[in-house]
């Protein structure tokens, strides 16, 4: 198992970048692929970015393609989410997950496929 723990959240105006960390211990954190998601109050639960175990591809959803990228820090057990150019419509919680990599995978990324989860860190952007 892994344990995830996010921070980096905040409050923020449209514009304004934030780079959130998901510190992971636990199993070797190279041994899994990983993803943000983030959801909003009555919402589901949001596919963002994702990153393979190797940080050598990156996949970021089309509502964020292009603003927010995923990068990873095998050394230091630490996944990165860069957020630019926020709007106000990104404001939710943001989640990191992990995914062992004998699971199968499914595009978009789906929530119920990914065995760990951190406790999650707001963002909010006004406008």
């Known amino acids: 198992q892994v344990q995830l723990v996010e921070s980096g959240g905040g409050l923020v105006q449209a514009g304004d970048s934030l780079r959130l960390s998901c510190a992971a211990s636990?199993?070797?954190?190279?041994?899994?692929?990983m993803a943000w998601f983030r959801q909003a109050p009555g919402k589901e639960r949001e596919f963002v970015a994702t990153i393979t175990a190797s940080g050598r591809s990156t996949v970021s959803a089309d509502s964020v393609k292009g603003r927010f990228t995923a990068s990873r820090d095998n050394a230091k057990n630490t996944l990165y989410l860069q957020m630019n150019s926020l709007k106000p419509e990104d404001t939710a919680v943001y989640y990191c997950?992990?995914?062992?990599?004998?699971?199968?995978?499914?595009?978009?990324?789906?929530?119920?496929?990914?065995?760990?989860w951190g406790q999650g860190t707001q963002v909010t952007v006004s406008s």
């Open positions: 997950a992990a995914i062992p990599l004998y699971r199968n995978r499914y595009w978009p990324p789906r929530a119920e496929d990914y065995d760990y």
């Open positions: 636990g199993r070797t954190f190279s041994n899994y692929d």
